[in-house]
């Protein structure tokens, strides 16, 4: 299970796995929950110009949601993304 070293999540407890579409598991650290035990997750390839609240926008419809995106990546540095970074799209 992989919490990343300097990750806001270094010291966090897993509290569940989640599951793309495909059933691939990723192990995630998203919040303390009490009661879940799945969530799945769509994967988009970051182009080069996008940003987090027009993702939002493309997937939850609304731009406010795109703190649950960063909170879904911890591994992922949100203020230099490179081109062709997979992203993990929570479906909530």
């Known amino acids: 299970m992989a919490i990343y070293k300097g990750s ?3 010291y966090s407890t897993v509290d569940f796995i989640a599951k793309t579409p495909n059933g691939a598991s990723n192990p ?3 919040y303390q929950f009490s009661n879940v035990s799945t969530l799945t997750y769509y994967e988009h390839t970051y182009v ?3 940003r987090l609240d027009q993702l ?3 997937y939850y419809r609304n731009p406010l949601y795109w703190w649950v995106i960063a909170e879904f990546n911890p591994s992922v540095d949100l203020t230099t993304i490179p081109a062709g970074t997979v ?3 929570p479906s909530v």
């Open 87 to 89: 992203l993990r799209i």
């Open 8 to 10: 806001r999540y270094e």
């Open 28 to 30: 995630v650290v998203f």
């Open 48 to 50: 080069q110009g996008e």
């Open 56 to 58: 939002a926008t493309k």
